[in-house]
C-alpha cells in the first residue's frame, strides 16, 4: 500500500506569495495567492535574455466591488523587488487578519 501513497501523493507545491489589500473606497480587505512558477509572465531585457518577471492581478472586495489592480515584479530569483496597486492599499498579513476577526464580529 505505501507504493499507493507515494504514487498518488501529494506532490510538493510551488513556492506562492499571499497578497493582501485592503479597498481604498470602502476598507474591505482581500487576500489572494500568487503561485511564483505558474502564475508569473517572463520580462526580457532588450538583449532577448531573461530580465525578470511581473504580474498584474485585478482583485475585487466583496463589499463594494470596486476593482483594484496591483502589478508586482520580481528578479530572476522570483523574489519580489516593486509593487504597486491602484483602488486599494498593500497591507500586511497581521493587519489582513486584524481586519477579518474585526469584520466577522
Known sequence: ?????RLFGRAEEAPFLLLHVRC???????QTR????????VEYDDREEL???WIRKELMDDRCFRLMTAELRFDRQRRLISQEITGGQI????EYAQ???TQQR
Open 51 to 53: 530580465a525578470g518577471y
Open 99 to 101: 481586519a477579518r476577526q
Open 91 to 94: 497591507i500586511t498579513a497581521e
Open 34 to 41: 500568487i503561485n511564483l512558477y505558474n502564475d508569473l509572465s
Open 24 to 30: 481604498a473606497r470602502c476598507g474591505a480587505v482581500v
Open 1 to 5: 500500500m505505501q507504493w499507493l501513497r
